[in-house]
Nanobody
Framework: VQLQASGGGLVQAGGSLRLSCAAS????????MGWFRQAPGKEREFVAA????????YYADSVKGRFTISGDNAKNTVYLQMNSLKPEDTAVYYC???????????????????WGQGTLVTVSS
């Protein structure tokens, strides 16, 4: 199973980007998919997640109201629409998927079983 993230790039502060993440490989069934990011010298942090059952979405406080996670469960594809970008949003963004049983948790890296390779988002001031 591979997760392929794309859509990163260079954008000015206040601009928008849309990240995509698609799963490929053997039969893949996830119940939770998420986005994390890692800035230089910092730990990987939770950004957003979507739980397919019920369509619940979760966001880090730092992106709430600016970022929107969505996706297509049947296609194992998840998106992250990022608006009103700030320089502090600069990071490598990773998508992740959980295929094990239900977990109440969603913001810890240990919850997820598969990770994409990351896509770089750079926001200039």
């Amino acid at each position: 199973v591979q997760l392929q993230a794309s859509g990163g790039g260079l954008v000015q502060a206040g601009g928008s980007l849309r990240l995509s993440c698609a799963a490929s490989g053997r039969t893949f069934s996830s119940n939770l998919m998420g986005w994390f990011r890692q800035a230089p010298g910092k730990e990987r942090e939770f950004v957003a997640a979507i739980r397919w059952s019920g369509g619940y979405t979760y966001y880090a406080d730092s992106v709430k109201g600016r970022f929107t996670i969505s996706g297509d469960n049947a296609k194992n594809t998840v998106y992250l629409q990022m608006n009103s970008l700030k320089p502090e949003d600069t990071a490598v963004y990773y998508c992740a998927a959980r295929t094990r049983g239900y977990s109440f948790a969603y913001s810890s890296t240990s919850v997820y079983d598969y990770w994409g390779q990351g896509t770089l988002v750079t926001v200039s001031s």
